[in-house]
DNA sequence: AGTACCACCTGACGGC
DNA sequence: TGCCGTCAGGTGGTAC
């Protein structure tokens, strides 16, 4: 689930919800899910302080803390971030809790327990030891541009390549080559320019319209991939099927009529 | 450099 | 009902 447009709306509900807000209480029942952090790091970074400031940058939110620090969250394959009112119960796989001064709590869940919760001193240093691309939402043409033709193999295992975009994942990268109506194999390097243009303004629109509509799947217009993702499905746009294979050990999806190559 | 495969972890689902 | 293989939207390591 969570790639750029699902962690872009949970940034955008922890703003709305969580800033200016004294943290109470912190609660991390499994140790595990934190990285390169103490629980009592993790308490001093944040209790009897508030956050002040949202940024995110590809699939990582990052929160900045009155103290000085920031904490970073990330969701691996099943995470979600919920703000919950006081009463309202925690779901089965909650991993992490930040108690509010107003009662409601964020609440970390992951079923896989593949994401994580951190705290950094320092948001520039962390997205560069993390060895990031470029957001993916504030990548221009030139840089995508110049990034793919440096590239040897294929598109959708660039797109999906964190260290040259940052924050697009299995799903959204079908859906973006799905709109530029380019094949997933289809060279990195060989595009033309006008497949370039096509590829660049269909990621930024991809991925805003995502975000924008809560990065549901119920919700995305019903001529996108994303609700026809089965092997055999009718492409939404036309007359073709879509069809389903192996790559990067991933299934990729894709309708062969509008996307050849 | 790129790709294939495995591991991490937990669960859902289908076949027998 | 149980067992087994397969699959799942992320990432990181290893081996070609």
Known sequence: MPELPDV????????????????????????????????????????????????????HLLAETSGGGWLVLHFGMTGRLLHLQDGEPSPDHTRAVLHLADGSRVVLDDQRRLGFVAVVDDDEAYVSAQDLGEDALRLSY????DLLRGRRGALKPALMDQSVIAGIGNVYS?????HARLH???SAAGLDETSLRRLHRQTRRVL???????????RVPRTWL????????????????????????????????????
């Open 184 to 186: 997933p194999r289809t």
């Open 226 to 261: 994303l609700p026809h993702r089965e092997d055999g499905a009718a492409c939404p746009r036309g007359d073709g099927s879509v069809r389903r294979f192996k790559m990067s050990g991933r299934g990729a999806f894709y309708c062969p009529l509008c996307q050849p190559g």
């Open 174 to 178: 079908d859906e973006i080559l799905f």
């Open 8 to 59: 872009e709306v949970f940034r955008r509900r922890l703003a709305a919800t969580a800033l200016g807000q004294p943290v109470r209480r912190v609660e991390v029942p499994d140790e595990t899910m934190l990285r390169d952090t103490s629980r009592q790091r993790l308490g001093r970074a944040l209790k009897g302080n508030v956050l002040v400031g949202t940024r995110r940058h590809g699939k």
């Open 208 to 218: 805003r319209t995502a975000a924008d509509r809560g990065a549901d799947p119920e």
């Open 142 to 145: 030139p840089q995508l541009r």
